[in-house]
């Protein structure tokens, strides 16, 4: 396939390219290269013939058009998104402006792009989600998200999101465009930008700064290894059927506090301080507001459909992250004076 990867330069997004491209397929990475972007995330990639880069605000309708006019695309992979939910606390706006009036000005693009075309039933409007929209579940391994459990969005990152993913099915049921939506867990693994939990604990405990868990540290997440992840959007891509939703989750849940020691008893064998453990480092820090208990996801329809689960245990995904970050410290300490990295945000609540 030809596809269009918004976000391409991301976390997430260049997980994705990488392993588009390795399967065969033409890929042009549309981003606009804000704060958590990084083109050194493609550089396995950067020279395929397969790839190709451009420097696009996905606000910026003309850009997008001549995007969707010159690279013929038979399918789009929307991940461009704002996506740290402290940083949405201390400015929505770049939220509202990106997860919202970005993914309209997309799919209008999209929708322009397919019709001069012809409609063709083959195309695909991949919308790529997270499970955050949901809100938040009890502590109880009975309930977990699933394609029905009605939208709670308690940040103004979910908030957003909610509102594109509403977008999306909007412009299926009103203007035909074949859509696809995907809501997943929480990724980790390699290229992770260092503000997010997984990340900043394992750089915090190598710098031996403080290893800061938000309150008790007794939230709950699903944790999903970011290529298993990429695999699974590239199997819903292909074998999804249209307008319908899929959950996609690592099967992997943890409290907060027992995956930052899962880190630091890694750290410890790979990496051994002189004296103690890195365990010793944990620091609880005020909660964050309106944070959420426990994300868990129900990923059977998408097991059920299309055979795609997981590949990797939170233990092997961990221990491969770790020696990532530990083999590639050149690439994290470029983005260490990044805007907001090594901070605490979230606070203007």
């Known amino acids: 396939m030809r596809i269009l990867v918004t976000g391409g330069a991301g976390f997430i997004g260049s997980a994705v390219v990488r392993l588009a491209i390795a399967r065969g397929h ?4 549309v981003d606009a290269l804000t704060y958590a972007a990084c083109l050194e995330n493609l550089d396995p990639v950067a020279h395929d013939p397969h790839y190709s880069f451009a420097r696009i605000d996905i606000c910026e309708r003309e850009a997008v058009d001549e995007a969707f006019t010159v690279f013929r695309p038979d399918a789009v992979l929307h991940l461009a998104a704002e996506s740290h939910v402290d940083r949405s606390i201390d400015g929505p706006g770049s939220f509202i402006s990106t997860n919202i009036t970005g993914t309209f000005h997309l799919l209008e693009a999209a929708r322009a792009y397919w019709t001069r075309n012809g409609k063709p039933g083959s195309f695909r409007f991949h ?25 709670d969005p308690r940040s103004p990152y979910s908030a957003s999101k909610a509102a594109s993913d509403h977008l999306v099915r909007a412009w299926h049921e009103t203007y035909g465009l074949p859509v696809l939506v995907t809501n997943c867990s929480n990724n980790y693994g390699p290229y992770h930008f260092p503000e997010k939990l997984i990340p900043v604990v394992i750089l915090n405990a190598l710098a031996g700064k403080p290893l800061p868990i938000y309150g008790k540290g007794e939230n709950i997440r699903d944790w999903l290894y970011v290529e298993d992840h990429a695999d699974a959007l590239l199997c819903v891509l292909s074998g ?9 989750g690592g099967g992997n849940e943890r409290r907060n506090i027992d995956l930052v020691r899962d880190i ?17 480092q944990i620091a609880f820090v005020t909660d964050r507001p309106g944070h959420d208990a426990r994300y868990a996801i129900d990923a059977s329809r998408i097991e059920d459909e299309l055979g795609w689960s997981p590949s990797r245990t939170l ?3 961990l221990a491969d992250t770790v020696d990532w970050y530990l ?6 300490r470029a983005l260490q004076d990044r805007d907001g990295v090594g901070v605490r945000l979230g606070t203007a609540a």
């Open 26 to 29: 033409d890929v042009l990475n």
């Open 127 to 151: 919308h790529v989600s997270t499970d955050e929209v949901y809100g938040s579940l009890p502590d109880d391994p009975a309930v977990r998200f699933t394609e029905d459990t009605p939208y």
């Open 240 to 248: 999804g059927k249209v307008g319908r939703t899929y959950n996609i």
């Open 264 to 280: 630091c008893a890694i750290l410890d064998k790979k990496r051994p301080k002189a004296v103690g453990s890195y365990a010793d």
């Open 315 to 317: 233990r092997e995904g």
């Open 327 to 332: 083999a590639n410290e050149r690439w994290w």
